[in-house]
C-alpha cells in the first residue's frame, strides 16, 4: 500500500468522526415522512364518532407530535449536513465543537421510530397489515434505532467527543477485533 | 392482599409451562415465518392443548367445563404467551366466549353450544364485531344510529336475515361458532339497535373471505366475514333483541367492563415480558465484548432494570385485576392494566431487540416479540382505549 494512501491525520475525514454527510439520517427522515403523509391523508379521510379522525383531539394532537418530531428532525440532519460542507465553521466556533451528524443519527432514529408507531396507530388494525406499508415503516424504523452499533454506542461516542476521551473499553474492543 | 397461590392454581401453570415450554416454543419461529397467513396455523398444537384442558378452562364446572377462576386463567395465558403469544390467544379467544355463553346464553343455548364445544378438541369460538367502516365507532359509540356496525339483521317469521360482512375477526377461519352482532334497528344508537346472534360456521348464506396478513401474532386467524342472505334461527339470539350489550349489562359483569377481554391482553403481554427479560439475561450473562460480558455494562445494567422493573410492575397489574375479578370488585384497573400492558410490552421487547443488535446479532424470536407487540397498539392501548378505560373512572 503507497504511503501517500494513508489519510492526513489532519484531513477533515480523520478528523471530522461524527461529522461525516447524514445520508442514512436523511433515509431515516424519509421513512418519518412517508409515515406522517399517509397517517395525515388517512386522518381526513377516515370519519369515527362522527367527524374526521383528525378533528379528535387525541388523533389531532398526535399527528402534531408526529409534525413537531419530525421538522425537528430535519432541522438537526440540516445543521448537520451544513457543518459538514462547511467543515471551518467549526474551526471559527460558529457551530459547536460536537459531532453534530452523530447527534443527528440518535434523534432522529428515537423521534422517527416514534413517529411512524404513532402514525401506525391512526390506521388501527390496517396499522399492522403487510399489504399496507405503515407496518414497514415501523419496522424500517426500528431497523435504523439499530443502524451501525447502535444508539447506546453513538451516545458513548458523543460523550467522548464531549470531553474529548477515549472510553478504554472501546479501545479494548478495537483491539480485541 | 396474599398473592399465594393455590396448589390447583400452581398445578395449572406448571402443566401450561411444561406444555409451553415442550410444544409451543419449538413451534413458535416456525409457523410465524410461514409467509402465507392461512397456512400460518397448526390444528395440532390446538388438539394437544385441548386435551390439557387450555381451551375449555374457563367453561363452569357444572357445564363440564374446569371451571377455573380469573387468577388461574392469567397464569396460563401468560405461561402459554410466554412460549408463544399467538398460540396463547388463540386457546383465550375460547375462554372469552366461553364467559359470554355462561353469562348470556340461555340453557337451552347452553345445551345445544356448550357440549359440542367441550367434546370436540378442534372445536374453537369468535366473535364478529369489527367492520371496514366501523371500529373505534363500537368502542365508543356516538349516538348517531349511522356511526357503527352496519350488517344487518331482519327477522322474517322464526329466521334472521343476515347481510353484510365483518374484518378482522379472530378465529374466523378456524372457528366453528361465531357470536355475531348485528343491527336489528338501524334508526336507533348502536346500544340500542344491535342483537347478537351465535352464527355456527356451517350456518347457509355465510362464508369467510381472506385471512388478514398481519406483521405480528402470524399464528393468530383474523378473517373477513361475509353473509349474504345468511339465514339464523331466532332461537340463536343471545339475549333480548336490540340489547347486544350483554358484557356490561345483563351478563352481570361487575368489574367495570369487558368481563375477561382487558386482563387477557395484559396477561398475554405478561408472558411475552417474561420471554424478553429470560432472553436479555441470557445474552448479557453470556455474550462478551472486548472480553467482558456484557452484563458488566452500566448501559447494560440499566436497560435490563428497565426491562425488569416493567415487567414486574405488569405482573403485580395483572395479578390484582385477575384477584378484584375473582372478587366481583368493581374498578376501572381491568383496563387501565390493558393499556399499561401495551406500554411495557413494546418498551420491554424493544429493549430485548436494542441489547441483541447492540451485541451484533439479528435474533429472529426477539424480532418477533417486538412484531407481536405491535399488535397491542390497536387492541389495547390506543387512544380510544385509553379513553374507554378512563370514562370507566369518570363513572
Redesign the interface.
Known amino acids: 500500500m503507497p504511503g501517500e494512501n494513508l489519510l492526513d491525520a489532519d484531513s477533515p475525514l480523520a478528523t471530522g468522526a461524527g461529522r461525516h454527510i447524514p445520508q442514512d439520517q436523511a433515509l431515516n427522515l424519509g421513512i418519518g415522512r412517508a409515515a406522517y403523509e399517509a397517517a395525515l391523508d388517512y386522518a381526513q379521510l377516515r ?4 367527524r374526521r ?1 383528525i378533528e ?1 383531539q ?2 389531532g394532537a ?1 399527528l402534531a407530535e408526529i409534525a413537531i418530531r419530525l421538522e425537528v428532525v430535519r432541522a438537526a440532519i440540516w445543521q448537520a449536513a451544513w457543518a459538514s460542507d462547511h467543515p471551518d465553521a467549526f474551526a471559527d466556533r460558529s457551530l459547536p465543537d460536537l459531532p453534530l451528524t452523530t447527534i443527528a443519527a440518535v434523534f432522529a432514529s428515537e423521534a422517527i421510530y416514534r413517529a411512524a ?1 404513532d402514525a ?2 391512526c ?3 390496517m ?5 399496507m406499508p405503515l ?1 414497514k415503516y ?2 424500517d424504523a ?1 431497523v435504523c ?2 443502524s451501525g ?5 453513538a451516545k ?1 461516542r458523543i460523550a467522548e467527543a464531549l470531553a474529548r476521551y477515549r472510553r478504554p ?2 479501545a ?2 478495537l ?2 477485533e | 392482599m396474599d398473592f399465594t397461590l393455590s396448589n390447583e392454581q400452581r398445578s395449572w401453570q406448571m402443566t401450561a409451562r411444561k406444555f409451553a415450554e415442550e410444544e409451543i416454543r419449538p413451534i413458535s419461529l416456525e409457523r410465524d415465518e410461514i409467509v402465507d397467513p392461512r397456512e400460518t396455523f397448526d390444528w395440532e398444537i390446538i388438539k394437544k392443548g385441548s386435551k390439557l384442558g387450555f381451551r375449555t378452562m374457563a367453561v363452569p364446572k357444572e357445564w363440564g367445563g374446569h371451571g377455573t377462576d380469573f387468577v388461574t386463567q392469567a397464569l396460563v395465558m401468560a405461561e402459554l404467551a410466554k412460549a408463544d403469544s399467538a398460540i396463547s390467544k388463540t386457546f383465550s379467544q375460547c375462554w372469552k366466549w366461553s364467559h359470554l355463553i355462561a353469562a348470556a346464553c340461555s340453557e337451552e343455548q347452553k345445551r345445544r353450544f356448550l357440549k359440542p364445544f367441550l367434546e370436540d378438541d378442534t372445536f374453537l369460538l369468535g366473535k364478529g364485531i369489527s367492520e371496514p367502516s366501523a371500529g373505534s365507532d363500537n368502542r365508543l359509540p356516538p349516538d348517531d344510529p349511522k356511526a357503527g356496525l352496519k350488517l344487518r339483521a331482519e327477522r322474517h317469521g322464526d329466521e334472521w336475515i343476515l347481510n353484510g360482512e365483518k374484518c378482522f375477526i379472530a378465529n374466523a377461519s378456524v372457528g366453528k361458532l361465531f357470536f355475531i352482532d348485528a343491527r336489528t334497528d338501524p334508526n336507533a344508537p348502536l346500544k340500542q339497535g344491535t342483537t347478537m346472534f351465535l352464527v355456527p360456521r356451517d350456518t347457509p348464506g355465510f362464508r369467510i373471505g381472506k385471512v388478514f396478513n398481519k406483521s405480528g401474532w402470524r399464528f393468530y386467524q383474523n378473517g373477513e366475514m361475509i353473509f349474504e342472505n345468511a339465514r339464523v334461527p331466532h332461537a340463536n339470539v343471545v339475549g333480548p333483541v336490540n340489547g347486544s350489550d350483554m358484557k356490561a349489562q345483563q351478563a352481570g359483569d361487575r368489574t367495570g367492563g369487558d368481563l375477561f377481554g382487558d386482563l387477557e391482553l395484559a396477561a398475554n403481554a405478561l408472558g411475552v415480558c417474561d420471554d424478553a427479560c429470560g432472553m436479555a439475561l441470557a445474552l448479557a450473562r453470556t455474550k462478551k465484548q472486548g472480553g467482558r460480558v456484557l452484563f458488566e455494562q452500566q448501559l447494560v445494567q440499566l436497560k435490563l432494570n428497565r426491562m425488569h422493573l416493567l415487567t414486574e410492575a405488569l405482573r403485580s397489574f395483572v395479578m390484582r385485576v385477575a384477584w378484584e375479578h375473582d372478587h366481583k370488585v368493581h374498578s376501572a384497573n381491568a383496563g387501565l392494566a390493558m393499556n399499561f400492558s401495551t406500554d411495557v410490552i413494546q418498551e420491554v421487547t424493544e429493549l430485548n431487540l436494542d441489547l441483541h443488535a447492540g451485541a451484533g446479532i439479528f435474533d429472529r424470536r426477539a424480532d418477533k416479540l417486538a412484531r407481536d407487540a405491535i399488535i397491542w397498539s390497536h387492541l389495547a392501548g390506543d387512544s380510544v382505549q385509553r379513553m374507554k378505560a378512563t370514562r370507566r373512572l369518570g363513572k
Open positions: 370519519t369515527q364518532g362522527g379522525i379528535h387525541a388523533i398526535k408507531k401506525a396507530e390506521f388501527g388494525a396499522g399492522v397489515m403487510r399489504d407496518q415501523v419496522h426500528l434505532l439499530h452499533a447502535g444508539n447506546s454506542d458513548l473499553a472501546s479494548a474492543v483491539a480485541a
